[in-house]
């Protein structure tokens, strides 16, 4: 029997008065908007009104630091940005002049997508005008095109990387603050998933700012170029996006040569340019301008001290206090123009210790420190399954106000969860779903652990997708279910009638739901994980075991089931099992149809994708490839990657999905 989601209008006793300054509680999600919406974001009726007013993290009460009103705005935002893949897929208006399949002509609107929102974030948002407090409101005039968004919620995602590059080179944006979600979803037709038609302002204003125009190109001809600036001269090289040899701007074999010295331009190279150029600016300001990978702390994400960013600077770049700038050009000769030479370079400045020259944000060219164009595509993998769900559809919340509210339950016991379990690795369901790069091994174990805490904490299972969690998130002991339930028989119990046949009641209809059309909600989000294709003998081991233990819960829960020792929940998901996907198996990453490895511009798994491919452990993909920094996926020892491995063979690239 399924219980309606309960209502949370009455106080609770053991609550306190919520009195807590601003400081003290989470960052809201939404607190900044524009100076004025550029329409208005309608919430369905009463959407809000079943959420609790506190919630306990942590032993502390807080208020709540998102609403269903704001998932509701945020999947109008998600809904518009897959029909914005769907239109540039179906596009067959004219003949394009290089033919492009639907995948690459996507990946080419992406890479304009990114340099349209460079020029938006650098040119446009800029420094900005203050406010009295220090921060900074997005104008009306300022929101920017549907493509421009999307590449700045994906930037967001990757909250780590994102804060860093604000603080060393998008002041603007950091001004801004948190995502502006329900001002912007307030640009979009909340019945067509459209933008609405953008004032004369603001597209005049983007058009002038950006040299760009308002609306997205769908299309791309190879008669349409950028300016790329030499990386030796610094001169301007007018560049075709596409061209039928695939080499141009967008394209993954990306080569020219420049019209003024004659110096080979590619992405190494523009990335090697980039690298000099900060280096530069640190040798102008050693107090000041520092290098990316040296601003934040790699545990905590807070900024380290001005000193210790200098220290770190000035030991991996060989340099001292005074030190006579020098020009990228002189860099470029001193050092030499590949990843390698830098690598060989910076490692000589930290004198043999095991740590990492922090490298890698420079392997992108772009002001990004990742590969922007590639996470969008990583991130639509997750809107996608948010669409297979139903969630984008219009209208879909105006009859449901319990799923939301029940997503922003779980997200807030989730948070209570990562309290309770401190330095392990939490994996959560599609709702709340996370920002993480990281093995599908270490995942899968990181999941089970998770489950099981989730049981123990909260007396209801994680998932009843048909994922089998371990048999002790199955069954809690004496005391560990404030449901009062356990899902298996206990030997030695009284002769009472069989757990399958009592009346089943879910205890916590706010944490989950047992209906068929929420089945998916609790699936293991993996949609950051690194899937390995044609692995080596560790990961296939690795695989293996994974499927032997599933099988043999399967086998364990399918015995008690015919022999009448479980309840309801193990009911449940022994159905479920049968015909279900197990999580953080699957050969390729889900959502796939084939192997995006032909377009796009990045190798490395984190910046570009979810899959590698070669006989090798997570964490090394980006040996061989000159930059034997720390794994862009930020894979360690302590998060199931080893951090020193055995450099594979050169044929060994990251395949981009």
């Not at 969630?391 to 009859?399: A, D, I, L, M, Q």
């Not at 993480?436 to 652990?449: E, F």
């Not at 590698?612 to 998060?639: P, T």
Request: charged share 25%.
């Amino acid at each position: 029997m399924e219980t309606p989601l309960p209502s949370y209008t009455a106080t609770t006793s053991d609550v306190p008065a919520y009195s807590a300054q601003p400081t003290d509680a989470l960052p809201d999600y939404d607190e900044s908007g524009t100076s004025a919406p550029i329409s208005s974001f309608v919430p369905s009726r009463g959407i809000d009104d079943k959420l609790p007013s506190h919630f306990k993290i942590n032993n502390n009460y807080v208020i709540p630091q998102l609403k269903p009103s704001d998932l509701e705005a945020h999947l109008v935002l998600l809904g518009a940005f897959h029909r914005l893949k769907e239109e540039v897929l179906t596009f067959k208006r004219v003949k394009a002049d290089v033919p492009l399949e639907p995948e690459e002509r996507y990946a080419v609107f992406l890479q304009r997508a990114v340099y349209r929102f460079e020029q938006w974030a650098v040119r446009m948002i800029g420094e900005g005008q203050e406010d009295e407090d220090g921060s900074r409101r997005l104008k009306a005039n300022e929101v920017p095109p549907l493509d421009v968004m999307m590449v700045w919620h994906t930037y967001m995602l990757n909250p780590r990387t994102y804060l860093e590059d604000c603080l060393r080179k998008l002041p603007g944006l950091l001004r801004i603050g948190s995502f502006p979600l329900v001002n912007l979803a307030s640009s979009i037709d909340q019945e067509t998933l459209l933008p609405h038609p953008p004032s004369e302002g603001r597209v005049s204003a983007f058009s002038s700012f950006t040299e760009q125009p308002f609306e997205p190109p769908i299309n791309t001809t190879s008669e349409e170029t950028v300016a790329v600036f030499c990386p030796s001269c610094a001169e301007p090289n007018t560049i075709p996006w596409i061209t039928y040899k695939g080499d141009g701007y967008a394209q993954r074999e990306f080569a020219c040569v420049c019209t003024h010295c004659k110096f080979e331009i590619n992405r190494e190279t523009l990335g090697m340019r980039k690298f000099f150029e900060d280096m530069e600016r640190f040798m102008i300001d050693t107090k000041r301008d520092f290098m990316a990978n040296t601003v934040l702390d790699y545990q905590t994400g807070l900024p380290v001290g001005l000193d210790i960013s200098n220290l770190l600077c000035l030991q991996y770049l060989r340099l001292r206090e005074g030190m006579t700038p020098i020009r990228p050009k002189g860099l470029g000769k001193q050092i030499g123009w590949t990843f390698q030479a830098l690598e060989a370079y910076c490692r000589k400045g930290l004198m043999g210790r095991r740590d990492k020259p922090q490298i890698t944000p420079y392997r992108n060219p772009g002001v990004a420190s990742l590969d922007l164009a590639s996470a969008v595509i990583r991130q639509m993998g997750f809107i996608e399954k948010m669409v297979n769900l139903g969630f984008t559809e219009p209208g879909r919340w105006e009859e449901d106000n319990d799923t939301l509210t029940r997503c922003v339950v779980r997200y807030h016991h989730f948070l209570d969860l990562m309290s309770a379990m401190p330095g392990k690795f939490v994996v959560p369901t599609l709702v709340p779903d996370h920002d993480d790069k990281v093995g599908q091994g270490a995942l899968s174990t990181a999941y089970d652990k998770t489950a099981e805490g989730w049981k123990e904490r909260f007396g209801v299972p994680y998932s009843v997708c048909g994922c089998l969690p371990p048999i002790k998130a199955l069954d809690v002991g004496e005391g560990g279910s404030s449901g009062g339930f356990s899902l298996f028989s206990k030997k030695g119990k009284s002769k009472a009638a069989p757990a399958s046949e009592m009346p089943f009641t879910n205890p916590r209809p706010d944490l989950i739901a047992t209906s068929n059309d929420a089945e998916g909600q609790t699936h293991p989000s993996e949609h950051y994980s690194v899937v390995i294709i044609n692995p080596g003998q560790p990961n296939k081991t690795q695989a293996q075991l994974r499927t032997q233990e599933l099988t043999k819960r399967a086998n364990e829960l399918g015995k008690a089931v015919e022999k009448g020792k479980v309840d309801g929940w193990a009911e449940l998901m022994h159905q479920r099992e049968v015909d279900h996907t197990p999580s953080f198996l699957c050969p390729v990453q889900y959502g796939v149809a084939k192997p995006f490895g032909k377009f796009g511009q990045g190798d490395c798994t984190a910046l570009s994708g979810g899959a590698v491919e070669g006989n090798f452990e997570i964490g090394e993909c980006v040996k061989g490839n000159g930059m034997y920094s720390l794994c862009a996926a930020q894979v360690d020892q302590a998060r199931g990657g080893p951090a020193d491995a055995i450099k594979p063979s050169a044929g060994m690239a990251a395949r981009r999905h």
